[in-house]
């Protein structure tokens, strides 16, 4: 076994959004989760490049076969060019905090708790001849270990694809401690876009836009002002006030979100629920709506009241997890893969 000061170790949050690592170098990076190659010679010869990721990909994606590789938090199978593009993103992702072809490369990757149970075989292969090694966990469960919040907590991280629940007990979660919805910020941009298409069914405007609009006026309570977004109707940008459907569309992750919140804290050993109730961490993309730990923890009223806390670091907070796991663990910790 290679000692740890000889190969790269890094800790790689796989988002269905944006994906981020870690390494132990003390470089990070975040890129959305975006592979697009040039639909022809014309194209190559525009973009200059044989493959693009991230936000280059999705500004130039009108000249592109552009893949968003995973899908509700799972890889998507069947597709050889999404398959593709999931081992070139992570190996986009390793190369940019400095893994050369001829380093050893140690990598903790982290995805949402679904994925953990039903594509470990995709991830395994998508990671073969990038990493040496490797160990897969749950997203939630990494954000828990980078914040040594190992006990008597329950982590909610809200990501694109998935919202993923965890209730740490002081060791490894089992998979009655977890939970996955697919209420999460795709599923929120689908319901913003069908409210907008019925208030103003002439409108033009792509879903990309909305997860932007989402992203930067998203709000759960009372509006802080108006929300007003451009869209094009018949040819003419046209301005839009969506503050009533980005509310609804909004507070429409609450319920399910809490459900499975009071779900999960049922099924805590009695003597630590109100623990547990009052170290609720809240991590994701999906944290960052205004509004949202504060309508989570009025829910909690019900059983007596907690508290609910937001990450300060969303964009690195998994995969600095997963690099502090890769940095902690034994050797037999690891899955060693073939080159």
């Given at each position: 076994?290679?000692?740890?000061?000889?190969?790269?170790?890094?800790?790689?949050?796989?988002?269905?959004?944006?994906s981020?690592?870690?390494?132990?170098?003390?470089a990070?990076?975040?890129?959305?989760?975006?592979v697009?190659?040039?639909v022809d010679?014309?194209?190559r010869?525009?973009?200059?490049?044989?493959?693009?990721?991230?936000?280059?990909?999705?500004?130039?994606?009108?000249?592109?076969e552009?893949?968003?590789?995973?899908?509700?938090?799972?890889?998507?199978?069947?597709?050889?060019?999404?398959?593709?593009?999931?081992?070139?993103?992570?190996?986009?992702?390793i190369?940019?905090?400095?893994?050369?072809?001829?380093?050893?490369?140690?990598a903790?990757?982290?995805v949402?708790?679904?994925?953990?149970?039903?594509?470990?075989?995709?991830?395994r292969?998508?990671?073969?001849?990038?990493?040496?090694?490797?160990?897969?966990?749950?997203?939630?469960?990494a954000?828990?270990?980078?914040?040594?919040?190992?006990?008597?907590?329950?982590?909610?991280?809200?990501?694109?694809?998935t919202?993923?629940?965890?209730?740490?007990?002081?060791?490894?979660?089992?998979?009655?401690?977890?939970?996955t919805?697919?209420?999460?910020?795709?599923?929120?941009?689908?319901?913003?876009?069908?409210?907008?298409?019925t208030r103003?069914?002439?409108?033009?405007?792509?879903?990309?836009?909305v997860?932007?609009?989402k992203?930067?006026?998203?709000?759960?309570?009372?509006?802080?002002?108006?929300?007003?977004?451009?869209?094009?109707v018949?040819g003419?940008?046209?301005?839009?006030?969506?503050?009533?459907?980005?509310r609804?569309?909004?507070?429409?992750?609450?319920?399910?979100?809490?459900?499975?919140?009071?779900?999960?804290?049922?099924?805590v050993?009695?003597?630590?629920?109100?623990r547990?109730?009052?170290?609720?961490?809240l991590?994701?993309?999906?944290?960052q709506i205004?509004?949202?730990?504060d309508?989570l923890?009025?829910?909690?009223?019900?059983?007596?009241?907690?508290?609910?806390r937001?990450?300060?670091?969303?964009?690195?907070?998994?995969?600095?997890?997963?690099?502090?796991?890769?940095?902690?663990?034994?050797?037999?910790?690891?899955?060693?893969?073939?080159?």
């Open positions: 076994m290679t000692k740890k000061n000889e190969a790269l170790r890094v800790g790689i949050d796989l988002g269905t959004s944006r981020s690592i870690s390494a132990s170098s003390g990070r990076h975040v890129v959305e989760s975006y697009g190659w040039p010679t014309v194209a010869k525009v973009v200059k490049k044989s493959i693009l990721f991230g936000r280059e990909a999705l500004d130039n994606r009108s000249m592109l552009l893949h968003r590789p995973l899908e509700r938090g799972l890889i998507k199978e069947g597709s050889e060019k999404d398959e593709a593009a999931v081992r070139e993103l992570l190996r986009h992702l190369s940019l905090v400095g893994g050369a072809d001829d380093s050893r490369v140690f903790v990757v982290g949402p708790a679904e994925a953990l149970r039903v594509s470990r075989q995709h991830l292969n998508a990671v073969k001849g990038i990493a040496d090694a490797l160990m897969i966990v749950s997203e939630p469960f954000v828990a270990y980078g914040m040594d919040a190992l006990l008597h907590t329950m982590i909610v991280d809200i990501g694109a694809g919202t993923d629940f965890c209730v740490m007990n002081g060791r490894y979660p089992t998979e009655d401690e977890q939970r919805l697919t209420h999460a910020g795709d599923w929120l941009d689908e319901q913003l876009a069908t409210m907008v298409r103003q069914p002439d409108a033009q405007f792509s879903i990309h836009m997860r932007e609009w992203e930067r006026w998203g709000f759960v309570g009372e509006p802080k002002g108006p929300v007003v977004v451009t869209v094009q018949a003419k940008p046209t301005p839009l006030d969506i503050t009533a459907e980005m609804r569309a909004c507070e429409a992750l609450l319920p399910p979100i809490a459900e499975t919140m009071l779900d999960l804290l049922a099924r050993e009695p003597e630590y629920q109100e547990v109730r009052n170290n609720v961490i991590a994701g993309g999906g944290s205004p509004g949202l730990g309508a923890e009025k829910m909690l009223l019900d059983v007596g009241g907690g508290k609910v937001t990450v300060d670091d969303p964009v690195f907070a998994g995969s600095n997890g997963s690099l502090a796991l890769a940095l902690d663990a034994s050797d037999a910790d690891w899955e060693q893969l073939p080159s």
